[in-house]
């Protein structure tokens, strides 16, 4: 059983085909970076105190989707998801963008669960994201965020690219990747199909990454039962 599901594994995330050979060695996976402020913390576990780290997570946000939902940002908690900034009225970047985001969608069909969110910083109706999710053609793991432009735009530099590096805002052409906790594990150039194709490797390696630590938590477990 255990083989058949690493075999449907390395057909659905076939570039991640070299990570299924540390099952069962968590220790030794290569794990994607964490980007933002870092907080070191003190911690006891089993009575001995340790240090740890308390890794930068995205703020909570409200806005409408395409549906004229009310969307909040625990809503996306458990789940691995892209996010990009895009300015509906520019006809230069947000098209360019927007194809990349459906090469995205597009190598990432098999995985049911990702989202791919895209905030409108200069739209505030439901109608017009809409009309640009139709135009662009996307798919259902595709989510289009509106509201209000200058809570927008400040969610957007506040909590997104000033904790990264505030220089990134120009323009707005990247595309964020944030693991299962809300911390962004990966930025890239969305103007440019090699970061594109990274942002897609890398997606599979964090999936990966889940994967395996369940599998290590189920091994665990089911030795820890025979035992008693």
């Given at each position: 059983m255990k083989k058949a599901l690493i075999l449907l594994f390395i057909l659905i995330f076939p570039s991640a085909i070299y990570v299924i050979l540390t099952v069962g060695k968590e220790r030794t996976f290569v794990l994607l970076p964490y980007y933002g402020p870092k907080?070191?913390?003190n911690i006891t576990v089993n009575g001995?105190?340790?240090h740890d780290t308390v890794y930068y997570h995205i703020p909570d946000f409200k806005f409408n989707n395409q549906n004229g939902n009310l969307i909040l940002g625990e809503s996306l908690k458990g789940k691995v998801w892209v996010a990009c900034f895009v300015h509906l009225a520019d006809k230069n970047i947000s098209p360019s963008m927007a194809i990349l985001m459906n090469r995205v969608e597009e190598?990432?069909?098999l995985d049911t669960s990702i989202r791919l969110v895209t905030?409108?910083?200069d739209?505030?109706?439901s109608k017009s994201m809409q009309d640009y999710a139709a135009m662009v053609h996307a798919g259902q793991k595709r989510i289009f965020l509106s509201g209000n432009a200058q809570a927008m735009n400040q969610y957007a530099i506040e909590g997104f690219y000033k904790?990264?590096?505030?220089?990134?805002a120009k323009g707005f052409i990247h595309f964020f990747l944030i693991d299962k906790d809300g911390s962004i594990r990966g930025i890239y150039n969305a103007l440019r199909i090699k970061d594109t194709d990274k942002l897609i490797d890398e997606i599979s390696m964090l999936e990966a990454f889940y994967y395996i630590k369940k599998e290590t938590k189920d091994e665990k477990e089911r030795d820890k039962d025979e035992a008693i």
């Open positions: 907080q070191p913390i001995k105190l340790k190598r990432t069909n905030f409108a910083l739209s505030e109706s904790p990264v590096d505030s220089s990134y």
